[in-house]
């Protein structure tokens, strides 16, 4: 712990966000589990392209320790979740830090002092940007590394954020899922019933356009009623989309309808991470021929389901339950044939208990909790 000023500065400049994105490469130094991102990808998401921006307004700030970067964090407003949770809601995020109490502190009271000019009262987080994308701080799992568009976090962030006053209001989990996994008997009389009901297929990539916003829809159906749900907008899903498009198989994404009517969909997405902790947060010079050549010769062994969804006119039925299995076993023979033995799904809600029993019954191992904080300023 360094007894030197802490000084933080904004985030003012396309330099300044340079420093702010080179922070984690500062902090993770002698973590040998955390994967570092590619650092075009992250000046996307901090940049005004983003579609968050369309409905949120932000700020962020670096704090320094003898001239050299020693932690970070934004605060944001988002203008929908106002909307749902009041007009004195805010959230952090992107938050970083060595294990210091003065650096967290400094860091923690920039972020809220932004906030209260902002008429916040009620902060919660870490949120980069919304629930929609990376949140959560790693409270249990520090010894796997983290998959796609997942956080990870040094063990200290918990136990700071608790001496600055947040306490915990929601924890996530992330489960560790064999593809290969032996049906078992509940799920296989499920399909079998309910198997001339609903209709199973792949994404149409040639309705692309079409086929992504009737996952828009379904997912913001499904999740409406959820803690913390913040609906997708048509761009924030538009540009997910496009990610999509460029780097899963149609048969990845998988749709079932009922009658006819579309009515849930998974999305299994390749852990790209594997390629990312070989390129050190550049995907040049050679960084995108490796890449590419990773998902053409099936050389990525794991993945993630970062979306699913059933309609919530299903929850707690048996038909519910059925197209939950059909959209977790409809894609695993792809999955499969695609070199991928292993998926995360995450997160799930801790108090999911539908979807917990679910994993539990195929054998599924509980393996990472991430945990959302608050206070009240």
């Not at 290969?180 to 296989?188: A, G, L, V, Y």
Request: aromatic share 12%; hydrophobic share 40%; proline share 6%.
């Amino acid at each position: 712990m360094s007894t030197a000023t802490v000084i933080v500065h904004p985030v003012m400049s396309f330099k300044d966000m340079g420093v702010f994105i080179d922070v984690p490469w500062h902090i993770y130094t002698h973590d040998p589990m955390w994967v570092p991102p590619l650092r075009l990808e992250r000046r996307l998401h901090y940049s005004r392209f983003n579609p968050f921006f369309k409905h949120g307004e932000w700020q962020a700030w670096v704090a320094y320790q003898d001239n050299k970067p020693v932690g970070r964090i934004s605060a944001q407003i988002d203008t929908l979740g106002r909307q749902r949770y009041g007009e004195d809601t805010g959230h952090f995020g992107s938050l970083e830090s060595v294990d210091d109490p003065s650096v967290f502190s400094a860091l923690m009271l920039h972020a809220e002092a932004w906030l209260a000019t902002r008429h916040t009262r009620s902060v919660s987080g870490p949120f980069s940007h919304s629930i929609n994308q990376e949140c959560g701080v790693l409270v249990d799992g520090f010894d796997t590394p983290p998959v796609v568009m997942m956080p990870h976090s040094p063990k200290w962030y918990g136990h700071l954020l608790e001496q600055q006053g947040y306490q915990p209001i929601k924890d996530l989990l992330a489960y560790w899922v064999n593809v290969d996994f032996k049906t078992p008997r509940i799920m296989q009389a499920l399909l079998r019933k309910y198997s001339k009901k609903v209709q199973l297929r792949p994404l149409n990539r040639k309705r692309f356009k079409q086929d992504i916003e009737i996952l828009r829809d379904i997912f913001n159906d499904a999740w409406s009623d959820n803690w913390g749900f913040v609906p997708f907008t048509e761009a924030e899903f538009d540009e997910l989309g496009s990610s999509l498009r460029l780097l899963v198989k149609d048969e990845f994404i998988q749709i079932a309808e009922v009658n006819g009517v579309p009515a849930a969909f998974m999305v299994v997405l390749p852990n790209l991470n594997e390629v990312f902790s070989e390129l050190n947060g550049s995907l040049f010079p050679f960084g995108l021929i490796k890449l590419i050549k990773q998902l053409k010769y099936k050389k990525i062994h794991t993945g993630r389901v970062p979306l699913m969804g059933v309609r919530k006119q299903f929850r707690n039925t048996p038909l519910g339950m059925a197209l939950a299995c059909m959209v977790i076993d409809a894609p695993r023979k792809a999955v499969l044939n695609h070199g991928i033995k292993h998926v995360e799904m995450s997160w799930i809600l801790e108090d999911n208990q539908a979807m917990r029993s679910i994993l539990d019954s195929i054998g599924s191992q509980q393996y990472k909790r991430y945990r959302i904080y608050g206070k009240t300023l």
